[in-house]
């Protein structure tokens, strides 16, 4: 497959040998990642900004590369989490498929793409990376870690790992660990792809690319992105085609749902795919702590958090961010919690930022 | 596919040419349906039951099939569709693969099974279907017609076509149309079938089922059966495998899902599957009276109607049966709306009988 790389994309390496949570050891792995924004004399200044599943590094336009990113509205100078006041980094995760190193990357032992051969990947190891790429920047110190859906997973990883990296976390959408509804959507996803003959055990060819198994997949992602409520205010019946005998597309519900699943496909390693939804599934902030979730939240340390999320979220439903804040507080850090009424779903820190914004950038401003 | 047809089912002819409505016309067709209870010497307890998507004509046992039928505990004698009272008929759903003419069965023009020749099947087809069947066996005035899921679709057009045939209703977790994100969910259980190459455009061979995109199409409407919190209380992390490097199945939701799935499959035929399924996302009563879904409402004729639904369906939403239940009254009849606080969903009336059974018993008595 392609790489699809962001022009203004670096690249920081890991240790040598970088070795995995649960087995394995990567050798002569990198992290890719985007900077906006200069960072202060004194270093602290520096915003570690971690992603969902499929966002690579180029959050916003930057100088370097002017397109938008996928958090332009959020992202830059003058916006919330404001460039003209913060050094924002913002990595690729260890295992995805837009720079860093994962399945689609080549195993220096074999010379080939590792596929099915990339160790099993957790969001400890995400966490991990990203940590390595802040050190690796010189800096030893974050403002504030901000991640959002299975990034803000990542952020909760990272602050137990490496308790004195950040003072201060903006938690988006995420949750401290997953809950069944979540593990069977993303269970099918998997199943959609591997089902792909195409696939062909993570073998596929560039040219024979399982386009079938990943618009499914996304498609059943995305009816969990949003929200039933905010498709019927907008599709409602609405037609967008006449329904044929072989069961084609017809409602304007559909059409969405193919439109955005082609744009997404083709772009992504399927098995980077398999292998960064799995590790979704397996996280657990209480297992990794070794207690409870609220023991677990309540030991990490951070002096301020800001906890968001949005009441008609199915994927990280809303009791899941209030006991990421409630763990905080209970730790001793000074929470807002803020339970938004967006009929935007999980997806509302992508489309809603009027929401989003004016609170994360109050936030920031009074660390 | 061999057919599923349960012991104590039997057949009633349709009009030799039937036309269904989207055009076409089936020659020789037949619905199956099994019956419980006796009528009385008035014929005036006769109790329609109209069935959701998957089930057969055998809601319960009987002397003649003593299975446990699929509402086995809400149908019986003195169970709360009382059959020492009333005489039932459950009729398998016209274009299903359990008895009834469907895209399994023998097309008389050609020899062969319909397949994906079979005309476009409408709710309002299933509906004619279901009131030829009550009028073939002698009754020309129903006591009830009761309807679950897409059976409350199918009362719904059997009310508005049928005017005179039922004095009153049970509308269980139903919808006057469907909505977007069922839609999606039914587009993309679909799409899984039509991507799984043993399907081969309808024309897949017995001993190559396409049983990968049957499990995928099941487990996907399985995520909309229940609700997240059923699950979260259910099985929360449990796991009840070891994951590997393939992505096998590892969490206990994710065994749960497949288990079901594997039950469902090879008793079911994929092109019936995907009729049913289309027929529910065209049901519209507004569209089909000509006018909005609460005069459409409004203009059925029934003396009394119980309306019930689920706080947790996110399939057939509670908003859709109180729409019902508002429309229904305020065509004059005597409604009783019941939201119930399960958190069985979609399938409460399968599975939280505690809740249903006691409301249709007392509703049917008062009749």
Not at 106 to 123: C, K
Not at 147 to 165: K, N, V
Not at 190 to 203: F, M, T, V, Y
Request: aromatic fraction near 10%; glycine fraction near 10%; hydrophobic fraction near 40%.
């Amino acid at each position: 497959m392609h790489e699809f790389i962001p022009p203004a994309t670096r690249f920081a390496p890991l240790p040598e040998r970088f070795a995995m949570k649960r087995g394995g050891v990567l050798h002569g792995a990198r992290v890719a990642y985007e900077t906006f924004g200069q960072p202060s004399a004194a270093g602290d200044n520096v915003v570690l900004l971690l992603t969902g599943l499929s966002p690579d590094a180029h959050a916003a336009s930057s100088p370097d590369d002017p397109a938008p990113g996928w958090w332009e509205s959020m992202l830059g100078p003058g916006k919330p989490i404001d460039t003209d006041q913060w050094h924002v980094i913002c990595v690729n995760s260890l295992g995805g498929c837009q720079g860093s190193t994962g399945p689609a990357s080549r195993d220096p032992a074999t010379g080939q793409p590792y596929r099915l051969g990339f160790p099993e990947l957790s969001i400890e190891d995400i966490a991990d990376a990203a940590a390595n790429t802040v050190r690796h920047l010189g800096f030893d110190r974050l403002a504030c870690v901000v991640g959002a859906s299975m990034g803000g997973m990542s952020a909760l990883a990272l602050l137990a790992r490496h308790p004195d990296l950040a003072r201060s976390h903006i938690s988006i959408s995420a949750a401290a660990y997953s809950l069944p509804y979540s593990i069977a959507i993303r269970s099918l996803q998997r199943e959609a792809i591997r089902s792909d003959p195409l696939w062909n055990d993570g073998q596929y060819l560039p040219e024979r690319y399982p386009e079938r198994g990943m618009l499914t997949a996304r498609k059943i992602g995305m009816t969990t992105y949003r929200s039933a409520r905010e498709w019927e205010r907008r599709f409602g019946r609405e037609r967008s085609g006449i329904g044929d005998a072989a069961f084609g597309l017809e409602f304007a519900v559909e059409f969405y749902l193919d439109h955005h699943a082609r744009r997404f496909v083709r772009r992504f390693d399927p098995n980077s795919y398999l292998y960064l939804s799995r590790s979704m599934d397996w996280f657990d902030l209480g297992e990794l702590c070794g207690g409870s979730t609220a023991e677990a939240l309540a030991r990490l340390r951070v002096d301020q958090a800001l906890v968001i999320g949005t009441e008609t979220d199915i994927l990280f439903p809303l009791h899941q961010q209030r006991e990421i804040a409630d763990g905080l507080r209970a730790g001793g850090a000074d929470v807002e919690f803020l339970a938004l009424e967006s009929d935007l779903g999980h997806d509302a820190f992508l489309a809603d930022l009027d929401s989003f914004g004016p609170p994360a950038a109050k936030f920031l401003s009074a660390l």
